[in-house]
């Protein structure tokens, strides 16, 4: 099991988003906590991971030695590449 850490800018990304997107997020995290790679894809050129829901996109870290997943950010998919 792994523990999941928001990072201040995640925190308040996703205080920006409409409480629907917001309850579809929550739901996501509480998931991968268990089986990260199950729904996480690996970015190309870096250590980072994306998950889609809809429109979103979730980057995170996973850092197998401690068992920790941290969410980077919260965002569209056209502005969280940035």
Known sequence: MYDVILSKSAAKD???????????????????????????????????????IGKNRIIIGINERLKRIEVLRIGNRENVYL
């Open 14 to 52: 996703i205080g920006g988003l409409p409480q629907e997107d917001q309850d579809r997020i929550i739901g996501i995290l509480e998931r991968i906590c268990i089986s990260p790679h199950r729904h996480a894809r690996k970015l190309k050129g870096t250590d980072e991971y994306r998950i889609r």
